[in-house]
C-alpha cells in the first residue's frame, strides 16, 4: 500500500480519535446534565442547542468546507485562499449572530415556547467564537495535518466538559451550560490557532507552496467570489440535511404538549448520533483526499477512496446498530437515569436513522469535491416537505415514536439517492463477501448483547468484551489480518505531522 493510499484511512484514524474524544467527553457531559437538570430543563437545552446547530452549519460547513476542498489545489495560491476565506467568514459569522439574535423571539414563538427567546440568544453568541474556531479547523482539515486537528477537537471538547460542568454546578443551570458551549468554541479556537501559526513559521523558513509558484503562470489567486460561489450553495446543502434530520425534535417540540417528553427524545436523539458524530471523521478525511483525486483527474484513485470508505462505514455503524438495539434501555439508564427510560423505544428507531444519515453525508461528500453543491442541496430541499408532512402525522397517530419512524424513513430515502448517484458516477466495487462477514460479526455480537442483557456498570463492561469479539471474529473470518494492524500501528507511530 503506498503512502498515498494509506492518507485516507491514517487521516480517518486520527479524525475519529478526535470525534471519538469529543463523543466520550459529550456523553460524560451529557449524563452530568441530565442529572443536574430536570427532564424539561434539559429538553429546553437539546432544543436550543439543536437550533444553534442549525444556525452555526453557515460557519462550520460553508468557510471550513471551502477550505478543505480549495487547499489542497497545487494551481491556487494557498495565501489568497485563506485571506479570502477569514474575510468571508467575518462577513458571515457577524451576519448570521445578528439575524438570528434580533429573530430569536419569532423562532420561540414558531416552537410555541415565548420563554425560550433569553436562552436562543445566549446560545447565538457561539455563533461568532464557532465561526473563528470552524476557520482554524477548514485550515488544518485542507493542509491534511489530521494529527493537529484532532488534538484541536480533543482541546474543544475538554474545555467545554470542564466549564459547562463548573458552571452548572455553580447553579447557573440551562444558561450555565450554555455559557460555557461558548467558551469552549475558544479553547478550541486557542489550540488551533496555536498549530496553524506553528506551521505557517515553519513553511515560510523552508519555502512555502506560494512562495515556490511566485513566477509560475499556474499559480492562481482566489477571491471572495470564488470562495462564496462555493461556499453559499454548501451552506444551504448542510443546512437543508441538517433540518431534515434534527425536523422530527423541532416537531416534538411543537406539536407534544408534555414537556418531559420533549427531553426524553432529547435524550434519544443525544445517543442516536453518536455514530454521525465518530464517522464525520470518514467526511473530513474524504473531502480533501477526493478533491486532490478529482483536481488531477484521478479517477482510479477517487474510485478507491470511495471503497475504502464504503467499506469503513460498514465495519464501524454494522455492529454498532446492532450492539444499540440490543440494549437500548440499559444504555438509557446508564447515561441518563432510570427516570428517562421512557426514551429507549425512540432511541431503538433513531440509531437506525442516523445511521442512514451518516452513510448519506459521508458520501454525499463526493458532490462537494466535485464542486456541485447545487446538485447535492437538491437531494435535501426535495425532502424537506414530505418529511414536515410526516412528522406531523407520526406524532398525531403515534406521539414522538411516530416522529421517530417518518425521520428514519426521510434519511433513508436521501441516503439511497445518494448511494445511487455515487456508483452511476463512480463505479466502486463493493466486496460481497467482505460485506457479508462484516454483517456476521455484526449479528453474532448483537445477539449475544441481546442473550446477556447486561445492565448499570456491566453494560460498559460487556461493551468493550463483545467490541473485542468483533475484532476477534473479523480476524478469524479474514476480514481483517494481523499485518493489517501492526501495519496501521507502525504508520501511526512513525508518522510525522506537519
Known amino acids: 500500500m503506498t503512502d498515498r493510499d494509506d492518507q485516507l484511512p491514517t487521516g480517518a484514524f486520527y479524525l475519529s480519535l478526535g470525534q471519538g474524544a469529543f463523543l466520550l467527553i459529550g456523553y460524560i457531559l451529557t449524563a452530568f446534565l441530565a ?3 430536570t427532564p424539561s430543563l434539559y429538553g429546553i437545552f437539546g432544543v436550543a442547542m ?6 452555526e452549519i453557515t460557519v462550520n460547513n460553508g468557510i471550513p468546507s471551502a477550505l478543505q476542498k480549495f487547499l489542497p489545489d497545487p494551481s491556487l495560491s494557498e495565501r489568497s485562499i485563506r485571506r479570502a476565506a477569514a474575510r468571508c467568514q467575518i462577513i458571515i459569522s457577524g451576519g448570521v449572530f445578528l439575524a438570528l439574535f434580533l429573530a430569536a423571539p419569532w423562532l ?4 410555541r415556547d415565548p420563554e425560550l427567546t433569553g436562552y436562543l440568544r445566549l ?7 464557532m465561526g473563528a474556531y470552524g476557520y482554524y479547523r477548514g485550515v488544518l482539515n485542507g493542509w491534511r495535518v489530521f494529527r493537529q486537528l484532532a488534538l484541536t477537537i480533543t482541546a474543544y471538547s475538554l474545555t467545554k466538559l470542564v466549564v459547562i460542568c463548573l458552571l452548572v454546578y455553580l447553579g447557573l443551570g440551562v444558561q450555565g451550560a450554555l455559557i460555557g458551549n461558548v467558551v469552549s468554541s475558544l479553547g478550541g479556537l486557542a489550540i488551533g490557532f496555536y498549530w496553524t501559526r506553528r506551521r505557517t513559521v515553519r513553511s515560510r523558513a523552508v519555502g512555502s507552496r506560494d512562495n515556490a509558484s511566485v513566477s509560475s503562470e499556474v499559480g492562481r489567486t482566489m477571491g471572495e467570489r470564488q470562495i462564496l460561489a462555493f461556499v453559499l450553495p454548501s451552506v444551504l446543502f448542510t443546512l437543508a440535511s441538517n433540518v431534515l434530520l434534527g425536523l422530527d425534535l423541532m416537531g416534538v417540540k411543537a406539536l407534544v404538549a408534555d414537556p418531559d417528553l420533549v427531553g ?6 443525544n445517543l442516536a448520533n453518536a455514530p454521525r458524530l465518530v464517522l464525520l471523521a470518514f467526511s473530513f478525511a474524504l473531502l480533501p483526499s477526493l478533491s486532490q483525486a478529482i483536481a488531477t483527474h484521478d479517477q482510479i484513485q477517487a474510485r478507491h477512496y470511495l471503497q475504502q470508505t464504503i467499506r469503513l462505514l460498514a465495519l464501524v455503524l454494522l455492529p454498532v ?9 440499559s ?5 441518563f437515569s432510570a427516570s428517562y427510560r421512557p426514551a429507549a423505544p425512540i432511541l431503538t428507531v433513531l440509531i437506525f436513522g442516523y445511521a442512514a444519515y451518516t452513510v448519506y453525508i459521508t458520501l454525499v461528500t463526493t458532490l462537494l469535491a466535485e464542486n456541485r453543491p447545487g446538485r447535492a442541496l437538491a437531494i435535501p430541499v426535495t425532502m424537506l416537505p414530505v418529511a414536515a408532512g410526516l412528522i406531523w402525522v407520526g406524532v398525531t397517530w403515534l406521539g414522538a415514536l411516530g416522529a421517530a419512524f417518518a425521520s428514519l424513513f426521510s434519511v433513508a430515502s436521501v441516503m439511497v439517492v445518494v448511494i445511487g448517484y455515487i456508483f452511476r458516477r463512480f463505479r466502486p466495487t463493493v466486496d460481497g463477501r467482505s460485506l457479508a462477514r462484516i454483517v456476521l460479526a455484526s449479528a453474532v455480537v448483537g445477539g449475544l448483547a441481546w442473550l446477556w442483557a447486561p445492565s448499570g456498570l456491566m453494560l460498559i463492561v460487556s461493551y468493550g468484551s463483545l467490541g473485542g469479539l468483533y475484532l476477534i471474529l473479523l480476524l478469524a473470518l479474514g476480514e481483517v489480518k494481523f499485518q493489517d494492524i501492526s501495519q496501521t500501528k507502525r504508520r501511526l507511530l512513525h508518522r510525522r505531522g506537519d
Open 35 to 37: 442529572r443536574w437538570l
Open 50 to 55: 439543536a437550533v444553534l446547530g442549525w444556525a
Open 108 to 111: 420561540a414563538a414558531l416552537l
Open 123 to 129: 446560545a447565538f453568541l457561539d455563533i461568532l467564537a
Open 264 to 269: 426524553y427524545y432529547t435524550a434519544a436523539v
Open 321 to 329: 446498530l446492532a450492539l444499540v438495539a440490543a440494549t437500548a434501555e
Open 331 to 335: 444504555l438509557v439508564v446508564v447515561v
